[in-house]
Every structure is written in structure tokens, then in C-alpha cells.
């Protein structure tokens, strides 16, 4: 697939979101994840909704704009898999490890993620890095233990600040926090990711290394490049 040099960033997540339908197998459930690039994917879903089962979401906005398109939507305890899940990435690396979690849903992406057979990341080539940290790490926690975790980041080097929404702490769709950390350098995610999720009042840590990619599309200024990770 080519395309002129002058494609904005909304122009090539319209390529990537399109370009993702082929990873859809008719008959089935597909995984749906979050954020403005996934937008573009539901769009191009509703082109063919006649063809598959439904869809299981990792959002209630992503549920929301799925409904409206007439995509019914399945809740994930009544699903034992997906034979794809397709979602964006803020940072992803060369062996298919991403930070993710920048639009607030890094938990039910992560569910959603883990009932599937294969990862499809969709992305600008912006978002395609040597190794992650450069983008501030997202952590849901529980609201009780937002400032020991913080503490410990700092210990690692990191510094984590609440995300704010209208000067007050932002409410996850599950009721929980979010810091994000800045000044991290994850040179060995699955490592980091494990380590991270047992800290006590961490619900999800950003790091996707255990649920990593199997293909990313890749948003250029050539078209769509696809990575086999």
C-alpha cells in the first residue's frame, strides 16, 4: 500500500486502522482496544460488521462508538478467546513490547489482550522506539497506595506524578488512579513488567511484554509497514 509523503498523522492512522481489517477473521469475535488510532480501525470495522460475531471492548468509549456503528459488543467474561485483538501503543520496541495506556485503559486492554491468540498493534512510525521509557509510563493504582508507589518509583529513578482531569484525579473506567512515570529507562520489559505488577496496590502497570505483539502496522510516510514481532 503506498501513499503521498503529505499524509498527516490522522491521514496514516486512517491507513493503519484500514489496513488492520485483514487481520479480521470472518465469523468470529474481534478484540477492539483504545484511543484515536483505534477510532479509526471501528470506523473501518463497520464496513464489514456484517461479516463477524461482534466485537469485545477494552473501553467504554470504544464500546460506545462500537454500538453506534451497530457492532454488537460481548462482555469478556462470556468469551473464552479472540482469535485477534487490535489496539494502538504509545511506545512500541523492535521485539513487539509496548508501553501503552496513555488514553487511561491499560487494565481492560490488557484483559482483552490476554484472551487473544494474536496481538495486532496499529500505529504511526512516530510510536516505534529502541527502547521504551521515553514516553511517561502509565500505572493504574488503587488510590490508597498511589504515593508509596510513587515512592518507589523514585527509588528506581523514575518520578511519578497523579494524572490530573479538570484539576482532579483521573477516575479509570475501573475506579482506580493513574500515575504516570517519567524519566524511566526499560531495558528489559517483561523483567520490569513482573517485577512492577507485585507491588502491592498496582493494579496494571503500562509495560505490555507478557501480552506483546505479534504484528505492528506501521503508519509511514510510504504507506503501511508491517512488522512480524
Given amino acids: ?19 488492520a481489517l485483514q487481520y479480521v477473521v470472518p465469523g468470529e469475535l ?14 473501518a470495522l463497520a464496513s464489514i460488521k456484517d461479516t463477524i460475531r461482534g466485537a469485545v471492548s477494552s473501553s467504554e468509549a470504544s464500546t460506545a462508538r462500537l454500538k ?7 462482555d469478556a467474561n462470556d468469551v473464552r478467546s479472540l482469535s485477534v485483538y487490535i489496539d494502538g501503543a504509545d511506545e512500541i520496541d523492535g521485539n513487539g513490547y509496548m508501553v501503552k495506556g496513555g488514553g487511561a485503559a491499560l487494565t ?37 497506595a498511589a504515593a508509596h508507589i510513587a515512592r518507589r518509583f ?23 488512579h493513574i500515575l504516570d512515570v517519567r524519566g524511566l529507562t526499560i531495558s528489559d520489559p517483561l523483567a520490569f513488567e513482573t ?31 508491517t512488522l512480524s514481532l
Fill in 108 to 144: 481492560r486492554e490488557k484483559i482483552v489482550a490476554a484472551l487473544a491468540r494474536r496481538f495486532v498493534c496499529i500505529a504511526d512510525e512516530s510510536k516505534l522506539v529502541n527502547v521504551l521509557g521515553a514516553f511517561p509510563l502509565p500505572v493504574e493504582v488503587i488510590p490508597m
Fill in 1 to 19: 500500500m503506498t501513499a503521498p509523503t503529505s499524509l498527516s498523522q490522522d491521514e496514516l492512522k486512517t491507513l493503519v486502522g484500514q489496513a
Fill in 30 to 43: 474481534v478484540g477492539v482496544g483504545t484511543g484515536s488510532t483505534v477510532n479509526k480501525f471501528i470506523d
Fill in 154 to 176: 523514585e527509588s528506581l529513578g523514575g518520578q511519578a506524578t497523579l494524572r490530573l482531569r479538570d484539576g482532579q484525579p483521573l477516575v479509570t473506567d475501573n475506579g482506580q
Fill in 195 to 225: 517485577e512492577v505488577n507485585q507491588w502491592p496496590g498496582v493494579v496494571t502497570v503500562g509495560v505490555f511484554a507478557l501480552q506483546k505483539a505479534n504484528v505492528c502496522l506501521l503508519g509511514t510516510a510510504q504507506g503501511v509497514r
Fill in 68 to 74: 453506534a456503528l451497530g457492532i454488537p459488543v460481548l
